[in-house]
């Protein structure tokens, strides 16, 4: 049981390194898409979204769940499942990040990442029990 606890705080603790990682990828691809399209806000964000959810599978595929496929359908399956339960996250983060700018005022940079945050932990359970969850033995 103590084990078991152990093991569950090692994989949240590489999902919030690999969530960090991602975060970064997330904000400069944001900014960057920002200048590249004057502001258009909501677009940069899904095309940041798009690049970082495909970082943050293969991160979590590899080092926080250690979800070995042996095959390439399997693997696409995964990925189409990944991307599918993460659109709710790219709601949330388009709702978070679009309050934070009309509502709050808030600069691009600070609405992005608190947008971010707010859908953190949303996605390690969504990982979690729905994509790499463990098969029974």
């Known amino acids: 049981m103590v084990k078991d606890f152990f ?3 090692k994989r949240f603790e590489k999902y919030i390194a690999v969530s960090i990682v991602t975060t970064v990828v997330n904000v400069v691809s944001f900014m960057m898409f920002v ?3 004057k502001d258009m806000y909501v677009l ?3 095309l940041s979204w798009i690049i970082s959810i495909l970082i943050t599978f293969v991160l979590n595929k590899v080092i926080v769940f250690q979800k070995r496929s042996d095959r390439k359908r399997e693997v696409f399956k995964e990925l ?3 991307y599918f ?3 709710s996250s790219l709601f949330i983060d388009t709702l978070v990040l679009c309050l934070c700018k009309e509502v709050f ?3 691009d940079i600070v609405s992005k990442i608190i ?3 707010s859908t953190t932990f949303n996605n390690y359970f969504i990982s ?3 994509v790499f969850k463990e098969q029974k033995k």
């Open 7 to 9: 093991i569950k705080y």
């Open 35 to 37: 200048k590249i399209f």
């Open 44 to 46: 940069s964000n899904i």
């Open 80 to 82: 189409v499942l990944f």
């Open 85 to 87: 339960v993460r659109l």
């Open 105 to 107: 005022g808030f600069s």
């Open 115 to 117: 947008s971010n945050v």
């Open 128 to 130: 979690k029990y729905f």
